[in-house]
């Protein structure tokens, strides 16, 4: 897995990423109550805002990891946004995309890395 500086997680799975947010973050929005996914066949670019998540503290956006297309989104989470809490890094995944430069990938932390940013 890699890890981005924005709390966000990458698993790679064949030619396609699974994208979603860290503990760390889950924990930090506190309790989710809302979340707007993009559309299965969106093509997005690094850094669109892609997710729009609420928590009962605030409104924050997800930002596209990586270029490429939207391939499938985790709809269980429209209607169960507390599933982010209860399994950030395992079955509340976001969406996955398929990259159109999977090279992209090397400027993101390894799990030690992103450990020691979160300190």
Known sequence: MKFTEEHEWLRVE???VVV???EHASTQLGDIV????????????KDDEVVVIESVKAASDILAP??????????ALTDEPSKVNEDPMGDAWFFKI???????MDEYMDEAGYNALIG
């Open 34 to 45: 809302f979340v707007e996914l993009p559309e299965e066949g969106d093509t997005v670019s």
């Open 20 to 22: 979603g947010i860290t």
């Open 66 to 75: 990586l270029d490429g297309e939207i391939v499938e989104i985790n709809e």
């Open 14 to 16: 064949g030619d396609i």
């Open 98 to 104: 398929k990259p159109s430069d999977l090279s992209q």
